[in-house]
């Protein structure tokens, strides 16, 4: 017999469940003895085929960088702008596209690099044009702490370049690191789950299009094997299916809603903006409230403007081109408008209630 006796209970103990711990990770850093430490970009086009292949990896790398350099430049130089109106990349480009491909390359994959081709003419140094290189082909060469030189794989040999000679932009380096950080392999683990939720749900979603299980009244496995084709023949043509009377009966497959689903998909949506600095609102309005829409601008400001002063910083320390990448329309630090928000329909500006909150007692 059971024995009910509550005051007997004891518990079962966890002991056997591993705490969570993060696996420790050093700083690629460059060779402590002063010798040359070379610095290959061995993951990128693992990058490239994630940004390549999926536009859930590459829609908050294109926000980003269209909203930091998408908008022109101001040049604070006449002479460099009479230099940069004519710098046409593989010859098709301008200064624009140019500045909008490196800041793609340097989130997706950490560093982006640029050749910068000058005129021969003694004294001038004039920028005749800006290519861009793959980092895949690129070797960094440090040593102590500073870069020496660079190496270009041209297909048959590594072919050396001086700093000068090149810009170099990384993506969020810290410490001592050798390299830039990848927004795709930093966001790898957010990234996967999504893609994976997607290849699931398109299963699941395909699997739909079958007619269920079919239970069939008969053994014969030769039968079955005739039904089963025009069954699914049936299903493929969108056709009429007909089948003898009390032979088989057809049910639905098992399967739990499709909200469960559909929430994690939503989650891990918003999960890989936010993780990759770009808030979903500045990509589309899709399900997006209108002070949403503004507290993520607001939000996003300081992120894409610090990504325009840093490339401006690069471009003036290693090539001497002084701009200002023009910056999106604002919303922050604007004067309320004098009138109430109900009354002004045609209003942008960030409102009091927006950012207070109201309550109204009768």
């Known amino acids: 017999m059971a024995d009910l006796n509550l005051d007997r209970s004891t518990t079962v103990g966890l002991t056997g469940v591993p705490d969570f711990i993060v696996e420790a990770k050093t700083l690629d850093a460059a060779n402590p003895d002063n010798s040359e430490t070379f610095v290959y970009f061995d993951k990128a086009p693992e990058d490239f085929a994630y940004y390549l292949q999926h536009p859930q990896v590459s829609s908050p790398i294109n926000s980003l960088a269209t909203w930091s350099v998408g908008r022109g430049v101001e040049y604070l130089d006449g002479g460099i702008k009479a ?4 710098v046409t990349g593989m010859g098709k480009d301008s200064f624009d596209t140019i500045m909008w491909n490196h800041e793609v390359v340097k989130l997706a994959v950490g560093d982006a690099f640029m050749i910068i081709v000058r005129s021969k003419i003694p004294l001038i140094n004039t920028i005749l044009n800006l290519i861009p290189i793959s980092p895949e082909r690129v070797k960094v060469v440090i040593k102590g702490s500073r870069i020496i030189r660079y190496e270009i794989w041209d297909g048959e040999t590594w072919v050396k370049k001086s700093p000068e000679k090149i810009i170099h932009s990384q993506n969020k380096r810290i410490g001592d690191q050798v390299h830039g950080t990848s927004l795709i392999q930093s966001n790898k683990k957010v990234i996967d789950a999504l893609l994976e939720a997607n290849a699931d749900e398109r299963v699941i979603k395909h699997r739909d299009k079958a007619l269920g ?3 069939y009244k008969t053994n014969n496995q030769g039968k079955i094997t005739f039904a089963n084709k025009q069954v699914t023949k049936a299903v493929t043509d969108g056709d009429m299916l007909g089948l003898p009377e009390d032979t088989v009966e057809i049910k639905p497959y098992p399967s739990k809603s ?3 689903r559909q929430n994690w ?7 890989n903006y936010q993780t990759g600095g770009v808030p979903r609102s500045i990509a589309t309005s899709d399900g997006t409230s209108e002070v949403g829409g503004k507290m993520g601008h607001v939000i ?6 610090k990504e325009q002063k840093d490339l ?3 471009l003036w320390s290693q ?7 023009n910056r999106p329309p604002s ?3 604007m004067q309320p408008a004098p009138i109430d928000e109900s009354k002004n329909t045609g209003q942008v500006k960030i409102q009091p209630n927006d950012v207070e909150a109201s309550m109204t007692r009768e």
Do not use: C, M, T, V
């Open 312 to 314: 401006e910083d690069d």
């Open 258 to 260: 499709s909200e469960d």
């Open 213 to 215: 299980i079919a239970y």
């Open 300 to 305: 996003f400001e300081p992120i894409y403007s």
């Open 265 to 271: 998909l939503k989650y891990l949506e918003n999960l």
């Open 331 to 333: 919303l922050g630090g």
């Open 83 to 86: 230099q940069l109106d004519h």
């Open 319 to 325: 090539a001497g081109i002084r701009i200002k990448f």
